[in-house]
């Protein structure tokens, strides 16, 4: 299992904003593309992921325990911010600090 598999500091530490056209039956989605009910609109050029601007942030596509076992439950159809997230990324050991976990 990797440290991704396990961790998932990220997707309860962080905000994830991306364009529309990564939506479901968008122009630019990957799979299945990000169901539109998993967003909320912040502009006509930008949807975040439901959950990522809460006082404690957890996306809605998250599934499992931060730092036991944890899944992206749309992980196919994942938006670019998350695509271009992984442990070599300077922010994923501030994430794991936040939420108490040790860094990579």
């Known amino acids: 299992m990797s440290v991704c598999q ?12 991306f364009h529309p056209a990564e939506l479901a039956g968008g122009a ?6 990000v169901p539109v009910a998993l967003t909320v609109p912040v502009t006509p050029a930008i949807v975040r992921m439901r959950g990522t601007d809460s ?5 809605a596509a998250l599934d499992g325990e931060v730092g036991v076992a944890v ?10 911010p998350c695509r271009e997230f992984d442990v070599e990324h300077p922010a994923c050991n501030r994430a794991r600090r936040q939420c108490g976990l040790p860094p990579c």
């Open 6 to 17: 396990t961790c998932g500091a990220c997707c309860a530490s962080l905000r994830v904003d």
């Open 71 to 80: 899944k992206c439950t749309i992980y196919d159809g994942r938006p670019s």
């Open 55 to 59: 006082p404690t942030p957890r996306c």
């Open 28 to 33: 630019f989605a990957w799979g299945d593309g």
